[in-house]
């Protein structure tokens, strides 16, 4: 009896049998699978090490054997060249922008989109992000700095059906060290301008010889800002952060087990105010050929004030306060064999905070009118089983579930000065009636799915393989938004301050209720690839994806006067694309040179972005634009996509990579007009006059704040010396210095919508990141001085020609240049 038990258990966990496919959840229940004792080491962190010329597991994986067009930087790289924070990496992975300009607001895109309108608050993206196999969703939890990388990889095209969330366009996946059974030690120092001062400590080593390891990471980052406001003298765009992680590592017979936890903070001057910078007077030129008063004049008709700065890199504000950050994370990996294949659960928890800290009223040019942010709080948890076959066979299979969980309460304020009674013309002049009021929206989200999945591959022979996915998810999605108003003075009743504050561009009272959407999403892929020779790999892809809704955490109600008119959605309509791809991955002279190129086409269906809507009219007969999270019925991304490197002689490589993106409405007619297109309308409108559209047809052009094409250049270089420190006090370790150069070139980029009557482009330019230095060839010691932008590029984000009511605005670059030097140090 115990025999046959042994050989049914053996069968249902042979990769040959079909019974894992059948039985996979009750076989998921079971227990969990991973890496095992003779993958529990990983290859050390070397700057300019031996990792430069020979390819990793996971390189060689990405640039020469899976059938996906990707990227991949090592962590023998990233160390060496400086690489913490998403923003470094963009600089050196194809088609991938991380937009993120401060925690809660960033929008981070893969083939230029990522979430489509709004913030990370309620919303899905196209572009995922994976740190040691756990999905993380809010856009928050990228905001760090990620110190002890194994490697950082772009994956493209529909993802989902070989775990994690499904997501549309890509995922960014980033793997960190594994703790070590070798007892090591890492400190790094850098300094650099700014009083920038970066401190890493890396430290790992057994616990229970060749069973229990564990690892320890901290970093410390601090340094000034480099744009000092000339009214209170904070530094903006500074750095002031710091996070501390560890983890453990058991590994038994059959069994693998990694627990992380992982803590991190910032407090910098880093909100949307701090990167926005005045350029000059707003002056309307209408599209009917009318000119409107400008912001300056309205400044001083309304206040009798002027306008103190049109130099974005010298603001005055009147109050200004740091965001506070928190990221806190749980993970535990556990991995089990069970004959020939691997059970895999991954168990995560994180919760993300963010506190502005904004004070009354900061808002640049000394004026008190408005200023507005949100408080976002964000706990998530998921849990994955997978059942995996081994690699390498005929048919190779794995099978998951995958469960997700998030609630976000969403805390937005809008603070009214003591000039914004008067500016918007309210009944009363007083600045008693508004200043210091505040208007509150709490909005709440809560997001719920529970998929199964299952990838397989079919080698039909040594040539071909047919790859097939399917995910079947079903999401629920719940909302609601609360509404309220808070005020200290007695002089006005409830009414008159409410009709104020809804003057002023406030909501008012009101509560949407609870909501709730559920549907249920089908993922696909076919991905056959062929193998022409050791050389050169062909592949192609049909993937659909799909996006569930998402919450609008500020809709908000409409009013017109005292009437009340209706409600904005509370919900977008989910969203679907199909993804068409076709590529090549090939490689020459032992590896030496390799080249990969794709190309690919992409429709996506009701692409969730920012709408305008004039369904509500007000007790005049005007239409009211009202702007609200919707859908765009049909958008478009192709393009091509590049990556590789050579080595034309020993100990120098050579990298490029880069993508041509063209992103293009294909159906949007009732898109917002720009503001050169809502000219007002008089009073006593003489015969035949011409009011401003409601809408616009963007239908057929192409995306703004995108550029064509992004290449980025490399080299790396290292050179023995020999023991040339010997007469330096009798140091006779061998050295090799090493260096490298790094040229992001983009090309030009619209920044206005095609209809505006001025149109700016931001010009092509380039950013070069160099750096040189010795280590010794044990790898104990490593000096460098390197600098970022060495030639002080100046670039815009963004750029606005104002209204009546602001300013000429431009979002200005995180940062100009950099330049320091690093000493690590490596004890073992």
Request: overall charge negative.
């Amino acid at each position: 009896m115990i025999g046959a038990t042994r050989n049914l258990r053996t069968w249902l966990c042979s990769s040959a049998s079909p019974a894992p496919l059948l039985l996979g959840p009750l076989l998921a229940f079971m227990a969990p699978s991973g890496a095992f004792s003779q993958d529990a080491q990983i290859e050390d962190v070397r700057v300019g090490g031996p990792a430069q010329e020979g390819l990793s597991r996971q390189e060689e994986r990405v640039l020469l054997k899976a059938p996906r067009s990707a990227a991949i930087i090592n962590g023998t790289r990233a160390t060496e060249e400086h690489l913490d924070r998403l923003s470094d990496f963009s600089q050196l992975a194809p088609n991938y922008r991380p937009n993120i300009a401060n925690p809660q607001t960033g929008t981070p895109a893969l083939r230029g989109v990522g979430v489509g309108a709004g913030t990370g608050n309620g919303a899905e993206s196209e572009t995922g992000f994976i740190v040691d196999n756990v999905f993380f969703k809010n856009v928050g939890f990228q905001w760090a700095d990620f110190v002890e990388l194994e490697s950082f990889e772009v994956g493209l095209g529909p993802q989902g059906t070989a775990g994690g969330k499904n997501t549309t366009v890509g995922n960014i996946i980033i793997r960190t060290q594994l703790p070590s059974f070798e007892r090591k030690a890492t400190l790094e120092t850098s300094f650099a301008n700014y009083s920038h001062v970066v401190e890493k400590l890396n430290v790992t080593g057994p616990i229970i010889d060749d069973k229990l390891a564990y690892r320890l990471t901290a970093y410390f980052d601090k340094g000034d800002g480099w744009i000092n406001d000339k009214v209170t003298g904070a530094g903006y765009l500074n750095n002031d952060r710091w996070g501390i992680r560890g983890q453990l590592y058991y590994v038994g017979d059959d069994i693998t087990d990694r627990v992380i936890f992982s803590y991190g903070t910032s407090h910098e001057y880093i909100g949307a105010n701090h990167h926005t910078g005045v350029i000059g007077d707003s002056v309307p030129i209408y599209a009917n050929g009318t000119v409107g008063a400008s912001f300056a004049q309205n400044l001083w008709n309304r206040l009798h004030l002027v306008m103190t700065t049109v130099d974005p890199y010298s603001p005055e504000f009147t109050h200004s306060a740091a965001f506070s950050q928190q990221t806190i994370s749980a993970s535990n990996e556990l991995n089990w064999r069970i004959g020939d294949n691997t059970l895999t659960s991954v168990s995560a928890w994180a919760f993300y905070v963010d506190h502005p800290n904004y004070t009354y009223n900061n808002e640049n040019e000394e004026l008190e009118l408005t200023s507005g942010f949100s408080d976002p709080h964000v706990a998530q948890y998921s849990q994955e089983l997978r059942l995996a076959s081994p690699k390498e066979q005929t048919l190779e299979w794995q099978f998951g579930l995958f469960a997700f969980y998030e609630r976000i309460w969403s805390f937005s304020r809008t603070d009214f000065g003591s000039n914004a009674a008067r500016w918007f013309g309210t009944t009363t002049t007083d600045p008693q009636l508004l200043n210091r009021v505040e208007q509150h929206t709490d909005g709440a989200s809560r997001d719920f799915q529970a998929a199964a999945y299952t990838q397989e591959t079919l080698h039909v022979d040594d040539r071909l393989a047919l790859t097939f996915g399917l995910r079947d998810s079903y999401e629920i999605k719940e909302g609601s938004v609360f509404a309220w108003e808070k005020y200290w003075n007695t002089a006005y009743t409830i009414a008159q301050t409410d009709t104020a504050v809804r003057g002023g561009g406030g909501g008012g009272y009101y509560d949407t209720g609870g909501q709730t959407r559920a549907r249920n999403m089908l993922t696909g892929v076919f991905n056959p690839s062929y193998k022409v020779d050791d050389n050169i790999l062909l592949f192609g892809l049909i993937g659909r994806g799909e996006k569930a809704s998402q919450v609008n955490v500020s809709a908000r109600s409409v009013w017109s006067g005292t009437n009340f008119l209706g409600w904005q959605p509370l919900f977008t309509k989910p969203e679907q694309n199909w993804d068409y791809e076709i590529g090549v991955k090939s490689n020459w002279l032992d590896e030496k040179l390799i080249a990969n190129f794709n190309f690919y086409w992409t429709d996506i269906f009701n692409f969730q972005s920012n709408m305008v809507d004039t369904s509500f009219v007000a007790s005049n007969g005007q239409p009211l634009r009202q702007t609200y999270l919707g859908n765009v019925p049909h958008v478009r991304l192709r393009g091509f996509e590049f990556t590789g490197r050579w080595s034309p002689v020993e100990r120098l490589w050579l990298r490029f990579n880069g993508a041509y993106t063209e992103a293009r409405y294909i159906d949007f007619a009732k898109a917002a007009p720009p503001s050169d297109w809502v000219w007002p309308t008089p009073s006593s409108a003489p015969a035949g006059f011409l009011t401003a559209p409601l809408t616009l047809s963007r239908s057929n052009t192409r995306w703004e704040l995108l550029p064509k094409w992004a290449v980025n250049v490399g080299a790396n270089y290292e050179h023995p010396l020999g023991a040339i420190l010997k007469d330096f006090g009798g140091f006779d370790q061998p050295v090799t210095a090493f260096g490298y150069v790094n040229l992001a070139w983009q090309d030009r980029m619209q920044m206005t919508d095609p209809h505006a009557i001025i149109q700016y482009w931001q010009p092509a330019y380039s950013l070069i990141n160099v750096g040189l230095g010795l280590r010794t060839d044990d790898g104990r010691y490593s000096f460098q001085l390197w600098s970022k932008n060495i030639t002080d590029q100046r670039w815009i984000k963004t750029w606005t020609a104002g209204t009546p009511t602001a300013p000429a605005t431009m979002q200005i670059q995180d940062f100009p240049r950099t330049f320091g030097g690093t000493l690590l140090v490596k004890l073992e």
